[in-house]
């Protein structure tokens, strides 16, 4: 078994990125500009936000975040994204998900301009994606892309499973590398799958996003597969009850030795998301996707 060592992967690319940006600066007197909205005290988005505007500051970007309070309402939230839309200062931005449960995420994802949707979250991004064309990839599928890409990892006619269809990371993830240059063959699971451990233990690569602990074992995977774990859960340490930890989707020390590569949770796709969405922030300021 390989261990994907996703954080050294995101090491290398921002010190490659944080030179075009030094290069951008020279040619143009300014530097990329991402904004965040983060809506609450959700823990965990707290931390992941955090990376992000962590990560802006690594490669040489401006950020801004805004925090607004569990208690805003739909209407303030998209004027909100109104100002981000309309702000020359900002190359791209994003709303950090979940939202509470009073705010519709639809509404919020298609208030933004798909010009600057560096989660390429927008239909207008999803659709293009879908079609090939030119777009914002969303910053998981895109991330997990480039790992397999630094390990010559390809996907050529293999069976890649993917188990959950979330619209963030299983759905695009399965249109992603179905699409031509990808060239592989799909399959997208989910929780009403049927015989779910047959079509799993088939996969030359298996992508798992269904945010269940744990969840797959040695049974359901192939010997010599791939393995890509996106699931970030956290549960109590069961060497100290007083404390918690950080696992996957997968059950890492069931899973290792059966498979050719394996990413651990944390620093497997976890900083390659992050660095989706500078690719992309760069993307915006430099403006390559839409000109
Ligand atoms: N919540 C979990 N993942 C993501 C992401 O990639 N972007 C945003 N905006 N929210 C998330």
New binding site residues.
Partial sequence: MKMIDGRAVAEELKNVLKQQVQEYEKNSGRVPHLAAILVGNHPA?QA?VGNKVRACEQVGFRSTLIRLPETVSEEELLLEIEKLNADPEVDGF?????LPAHISEVNVTLQIDYRKDV?GFHPVNFGRMAQGLPCFL???PYGITMLLDRYHISTGGKHVVVLGRSN?VGTPISLLLSRKGMDATVTLTHSRTKNLDEYLSKADILIVAIGIPNFVNERMVKEGAVVIDVGINRVPDPKDDQKSILVGDVDYHEVKDKCSYITPVPGGVGPM?VMGLLMNTFKAATRQIYP
């Fill in positions: 988005s992941y994003i709303v950090q998900l979940p989660d969303p910053a998981t963030i998301t």
